[in-house]
């Protein structure tokens, strides 16, 4: 590669060995994703753009077309959002793999065309933090720009002239993310992704080392601050998690290729991130819609991953063979290596991450397992929603209960309505939510929360949650979710009060399948819902008011559609509890589990306890027969043991298993003491 030296690093760096064979082998294994970025590139030339990639942090769903001058600070449909999309550039390395995919010079012009009309034309106005040059965005810019430029460098149309121009721009990214750095963004995703930009600039401008050194302190000291050390990107979103991520990851490889003893803390961070996206996976390999997430498939993240890193665990967790990103990124030799690592199984299934207040129970890793997932942990700043307790349930590899999603970045009540707690699986105190919001980012007052005990046991698994969302009303929600193993799931929702309050009990139902009301076994109702090869049955221990309404659930930015929301009304004086059973499997196949509230007997004093202090649940599958103990509160004066038939046992939480035995005393199996 001839021409100025910092092009010739850019392409020793940024580039890829043996493009034709990349290019064939994502012919042959990424044909759809092929068809993508061609589609995208003709659109490119043609001055079209829409934002459809799965990991691009604002969708849209509509080209927007310019005819004339492009206007790279135009906000249509009121959404700012779009001009910071659009000025990520994320449509220039399609341009440059159209171009070396088929060796159509048109390609490469139009990709030096648009960037020499951005670099004239796009001001940085008077408020340059909301125009093109946005600190974020210039992060962004820095990455699209030099991963591509090598894939068009042989091409006619890139001349002294334009890497001359393109030098000058890099250099004044260089100046504006130097620049602009606030002691905030250790904390903020802004600061990785701007300090990656930053890093990537230095690595091939020989004079950089100042901005260079700079990068990579403000990289591990970000990586200290905001990576929890359960590995979870503090701010409750999957998907800034994992821009985030991609960013950790993109420095550690360049900086490598570039010679740069990198930090062991970005490597750490590298694994540790990468970890959290498998253990939190979706059995169909999407995140949960948690906070400000869509639903996209997480196997390429844990595919460079498990590259970068040679982790073979990591391997079993993404794709078989390197995805179309990562060989464009590693290259030809990265795809022979990769195809060749062995995979190797994890030593974990339910997991929780402590630190961030995510807990997950999995039946297993295939694609029609089950997994729920409950939330108690901070709000998690601007991007996190108010789903405080929230619990999502996939049975079978389906939705069942889902979060509604982000929609969403603009002011008003679509945001708020999908932000706020009525937008998830939670219990609301006297029609009012919690952790109310005051602008697109802003909440108007903070929900503390009381993460308490996890339990992975042998019959069951067990974790419990509180808020403090409603204190000042002097109420205080408690959750405790027990799976029974393999298919039955009770959540127990615990208001401790003074006076009389109203509470209605939320679940959001997956907008792909059916809800409908289901009178339950014993009248009190609940929701049969069906998918597309499974069926559940939710039912109650307790009669009240309920209904089914019609909502909306988002699984993408710029995107909603219509799901059923099942809204359950208590009225209760002081301290109550609502308890709810579900089980679920393969459809046609499956029904509903019988539900017996049973009394508990103290053998110290000779009584049956009161149902607030202490109750049993019996629940009965076909064959199998389970029998749990709940304490709602402390019982033990001075010693006790509590009882019913020939379960015997103490604790918060205790699961028996009568499948087989019924006349000999067995003590179960304690989930929470």
Known sequence: MKGPQWIQDTCRIFGVDDMEKVSAYCRENWGSEVLHVLETADNACEDRFVFDFPWDMERTWKPMHFIGEIDWS????????????????????????????????????????????????????????????????????????????????????????????????????????????????????????????????????????????????????????QVLEDGMQWEQSPMYHNEVYHCFLTAYWYGQRAGVEMPGAVRDAVRKMAYVNYQWKKPDHTQFAQGDSDATDLRDQITAGAYVLADGVLKSGGYQILDYDSAWRFGWKACRDYASMEACQPDFVSVQLPFGGNYYFRSGWDEKASLLHFHCGETGGGHGHADKLHVDLVIRGEDVLVDSGRYTYVDG????????????????????????????????????????????????????????????????????????????????????????????????????????????????????????????????????????????????????????????????????????VINGGEKGKTIPVSVEKIPLYSEVNGTYLPREQAEGLRITAGDREYVLFLCHREVMTPTDILSWENCLGHGKAVLFDRSREKKEIITGEVLAW
């Open 413 to 580: 009540p679509d945001r708020f309505r999908f932000k706020e707690a009525g937008g998830h699986n939670v219990v609301l105190a006297d029609g009012q939510g919690y952790a109310e919001c005051e602008t697109s980012w802003i909440y108007k007052n903070l929900c503390t929360c009381l993460k308490q005990q996890y339990q992975d046991g042998r019959l069951g698994a067990f974790v419990e949650g509180s808020h403090l969302g409603y204190w000042d009303r002097d109420i205080l929600v408690n959750r405790k979710v027990i799976w029974i193993r393999p298919d039955i799931y009770v959540i127990i929702d615990r208001m401790l009060a003074h006076g009389a309050h109203t509470y209605e009990s939320l679940l959001h139902f997956d907008g792909r399948g059916s809800a409908e009301l289901w009178n339950g076994q014993d009248g009190c109702g609940g929701v049969r819902f069906t998918g597309r090869a499974m069926e559940a049955y939710v039912q109650f221990a307790d009669c009240a008011e309920a209904e089914l309404i019609d909502t909306e659930q988002s699984s993408y930015y710029n995107e909603k559609h219509p799901n059923r929301t099942y809204r359950r009304t208590l009225k209760a004086e002081g301290t109550c509890r609502d308890i709810m």
């Open 74 to 225: 135009l906000i249509p449909w009121g959404d700012r959002e779009f001009l910071w999309q659009f000025n990520r550039h994320r449509f220039l390395p399609c341009l440059a793999q159209a171009y070396r995919m088929t060796g159509k010079e048109k390609y490469a012009e139009n990709y030096v065309r648009l960037m020499e009309d951005w670099i004239d034309r796009a001001e940085e106005g008077e408020n340059i933090d909301l125009g093109p040059w946005r600190t974020l965005e210039t992060g962004i810019r820095a990455e699209m720009w030099l991963s591509s430029l090598p894939l068009v460098a042989e091409s006619l149309a890139v001349d002294e002239g334009f890497l001359d121009k393109a030098e000058r721009c890099l250099r004044k990214h260089q100046k504006r993310l130097y620049g602009n750095f606030q002691p905030h963004k250790y904390i903020s995703n802004w600061g990785v992704l701007e300090a990656c930009g930053l890093l990537l600039i230095s690595l091939v401008f020989p004079d950089s080392e100042k901005e260079r050194e700079t990068a990579l302190k403000r990289l591990e000291d970000a990586a200290a601050v």
